[in-house]
């Protein structure tokens, strides 16, 4: 019992620090595609003209607009974990903090590299961050939402988001550059990879001692399919794998 308690909490430290390594990433990347000044994902757009706008720092907007989104659950019905709310305060803090340090890059020499390591470094994070299975970012919450209330696909949710919130950061003043079509492009292929790289295993539940003498009853099977009986018991422990589930509702 000690074992698997030791076990589970550092299966829960490992996913908690992912979590916000993870998110302070995801917001140091944006920053990069800030200074590279090429153009920026679609809700970067956003902030940037609503920050130009206002004169609120671009992190500081993130975090607004962040919490405003997540305030749009509440009529979807939709319940925020850990890193749903996580992800509000991390990302913009980690990028206001990444752009203090970071400054005005010249030429495309410097511009180019810093948007090609700042895509790669945001599916680094999307990977790492997702991978923890905290809950969704609020963003991600609002376009699973809809998709359950309105029936529309993903796909059909999603871009209609994204256009809505290019289109309104772009009249703002918003950055939108060859950066956007290229983030729109290959974050998908970078998150997937990621998110193999960074997949946590489920933690394992504890060995079941074996008593010699004693058969272990049949394992059911899918309807249709022959029932195969557990060997007899006495010849070692059998593992008996528990499924692990996330701590909070994604």
């Not at 909490?9 to 990347?29: E, M």
């Not at 004169?55 to 919490?67: E, L, P």
Request: net charge positive.
């Amino acid at each position: 019992m000690a074992r698997t308690t030791r076990r589970s909490t550092t299966h829960l430290s490992r996913r908690l620090v992912q979590l916000y390594a993870g998110l302070a990433l995801y917001g140091a990347s944006s920053a990069l595609l800030v200074r590279a000044e090429l153009g920026l994902e679609p809700w970067g757009v956003l902030h940037q003209g609503l920050a130009e706008l206002t004169g609120i720092s671009i992190g500081v907007v993130s975090i607004i607009v962040g919490a405003v989104v997540l305030l749009l659950w509440i009529p979807l019905r939709q319940r925020p974990g850990l890193g749903t709310v996580s992800n509000v305060f991390v990302v913009g803090l980690a990028m206001d903090g990444t752009l203090a340090v970071v400054g005005e890059l010249d030429g495309y020499g410097f511009r180019v590299p810093a948007l090609v390591l700042g895509i790669v470094l945001n599916g680094v994070a999307t990977g790492l961050y997702i991978a923890a299975r905290f809950g969704p970012g609020p963003r991600d919450g609002l376009m699973t939402g809809l998709n359950r209330v309105t029936g529309r696909s993903i796909r059909l949710v999603r871009t209609a988001i994204e256009v809505a919130v290019v289109a309104t950061g772009f009249v703002l003043g918003g950055s939108l550059g060859v950066g956007t079509v290229v983030y729109a492009l290959a974050i998908g292929p970078l998150a997937q990879l990621f998110l193999r790289v960074f997949a946590l295993p489920e933690p394992t539940g504890p060995a079941v001692t074996a008593v010699p003498g004693v058969t272990a009853p049949a394992v059911t099977a899918a309807p249709g399919e022959p029932s195969t009986p557990a060997p007899p018991v006495g010849s070692g422990p059998v593992a008996a794998p528990a499924p692990g589930q996330a701590i909070l509702p994604q």
